[in-house]
């Protein structure tokens, strides 16, 4: 069973930088795509990045030049890089994972939340204006 567990959030002011993690555990995630999300209050989860083994990225729109995804596969450990954030920005961010039969170095599912399978708990990020 695949494990993921974020980490990084926090609370920051506009203009600040965070760094999340997300570490992965029950099998090495040199074997599958990996992704971010983000759920803010009231609205629905959407895909922010998402990074293949071999280190293809697919970024949504709205986030393009502000987040950076990056994979370390010998730490089993995915990264979200955000910068000039803005309160647009607070929300709980999840790791993701999609199901097995996805599982290429090369692919990733497209961003869509339901394509995914496995999930981490989510971090908190809390961004004031």
């Known amino acids: 069973q695949v494990q993921l567990v974020e980490s990084g959030g926090g609370s920051v002011q506009s203009g600040g930088s965070l760094r999340l993690s997300c570490v992965v555990s029950?099998?090495?995630?040199?074997?599958?795509?990996v992704g971010w999300f983000r759920q803010a209050p009231g609205k629905e989860r959407e895909g922010v990045a998402s990074?293949?083994?071999?280190?293809?990225?697919r970024y949504a729109d709205s986030v393009k030049g502000q987040f950076t995804i990056s994979r370390d596969n010998a730490k089993n450990t995915l990264y979200l890089q955000i910068i000039n954030m803005t309160p647009e920005d607070t929300a709980m961010y999840f790791c993701?994972?999609?199901?097995?039969?996805?599982?290429?170095?090369?692919?990733?599912?497209?961003?869509?939340?339901?394509?995914?399978?496995?999930w981490g708990q989510g971090t908190q990020v809390t961004v004031s204006s």
């Open positions: 990074i293949t083994v071999v280190g293809g990225t």
């Open positions: 029950g099998h090495t995630i040199g074997e599958f795509c």
């Open positions: 993701a994972a999609p199901p097995r039969n996805y599982w290429s170095p090369t692919y990733c599912p497209d961003l869509s939340p339901y394509k995914y399978d496995y």
